[in-house]
T-cell receptor
Framework: KQEVTQIPAALSVPEGENLVLNCSFT??????LQWFRQDPGKGLTSLLLIQSSQREQTSGRLNASLDKSSGRSTLYIAASQPGDSATYLCAVMGTSYDKVIFGPGTSLSVIP | DVKVTQSSRYLVKRTGEKVFLECVQD?????MFWYRQDPGLGLRLIYF???????EKGDIPEGYSVSREKKERFSLILESASTNQTSMYLC????????????FGPGTRLTVL
C-alpha cells in the first residue's frame, strides 16, 4: 500500500531565504507526482505536476524534482516571500491513475 | 480556468440529520472526487466517479453515499450525520485522459452537533 510522508511537518524561515520541502513515497510504481498549495480554510491549488518519465518541473520560483528509484521528490522555493506562507502537500498517483495518495503536508511560514 | 464550486463554505447540522454536499465543475471533466481532510490524518478519499451514474468507493466510504445524475454535478450524502463526520470536505475533478491534475473546490467545513 502506497504511503506518502513529508518532512518537515512545519518550517519557519525569514523572507528571502531559499528552501526545500521533502516528500517520500514507498511504492515507486507511480504515474505522476503533484505538489499542491493549501491556504488556511481553503481548497488545494495545483503547483507542479511531474510525470513518472520526467525528472523535474519548474514554474517561476518553484522547482520540483522526482527520483522514482529512491521514492523521493523535493520542492525548491527560491527567494521566499511572506505570500508563500501556506501548507504544501505532495500527492502521488498510482498506476491505477484515478487513485491519488496525499502526504500530510508541510506548513510553511515566511517571516517578513 | 477550471472552476469547481461547492454549495456551502460552512455548514452546521445536528446528529441524525440527512446532509447533502453539492459539487459542480464547469470543465466537462469525467472524473470527480470527494475527500475529507482532518488534522493529523490528511486527505482521505471517500468516493469517486468516472462518469455519470458511475461511482466507486474510496478509502473511507462508511456512512456516506454519492450521486452523479449529471456529468457536472457530484453530490455527497450523509444519510444520518454523526459527530465524527465533522470535518472539511473537499471536492475535486479531473479529465478522463489519465494522469491529469485534480482541480479542487474551496471546501465545505461541516460541523455536526
Amino acid at each position: 500500500k502506497q504511503e506518502v510522508t513529508q518532512i518537515p511537518a512545519a518550517l519557519s524561515v525569514p523572507e528571502g531565504e531559499n528552501l526545500v520541502l521533502n516528500c517520500s513515497f514507498t511504492d515507486s510504481a507511480i504515474y505522476n507526482l503533484q505538489w499542491f498549495r493549501q491556504d488556511p480554510g481553503k481548497g488545494l491549488t495545483s503547483l507542479l505536476l511531474i510525470q513518472s518519465s520526467q525528472r523535474e518541473q519548474t514554474s517561476g520560483r518553484l522547482n520540483a524534482s522526482l527520483d522514482k528509484s529512491s521514492g523521493r521528490s523535493t520542492l525548491y522555493i527560491a527567494a521566499s516571500q511572506p505570500g508563500d506562507s501556506a501548507t504544501y502537500l505532495c500527492a502521488v498517483m498510482g498506476t491505477s491513475y484515478d487513485k491519488v495518495i496525499f502526504g500530510p503536508g508541510t506548513s510553511l511560514s515566511v517571516i517578513p | 480556468d477550471v472552476k469547481v464550486t461547492q454549495s456551502s463554505r460552512y455548514l452546521v447540522k445536528r446528529t441524525g440529520e440527512k446532509v447533502f454536499l453539492e459539487c459542480v465543475q464547469d470543465m466537462d471533466h469525467e472524473n470527480m472526487f470527494w475527500y475529507r481532510q482532518d488534522p493529523g490524518l490528511g486527505l482521505r478519499l471517500i468516493y469517486f466517479s468516472y462518469d455519470v451514474k458511475m461511482k466507486e468507493k474510496g478509502d473511507i466510504p462508511e456512512g456516506y453515499s454519492v450521486s452523479r445524475e449529471k456529468k457536472e454535478r457530484f453530490s455527497l450524502i450523509l444519510e444520518s450525520a454523526s459527530t465524527n463526520q465533522t470535518s472539511m470536505y473537499l471536492c475535486a475533478s479531473s479529465s478522463g485522459t489519465g494522469g491529469d491534475t485534480q482541480y479542487f473546490g474551496p471546501g465545505t467545513r461541516l460541523t455536526v452537533l
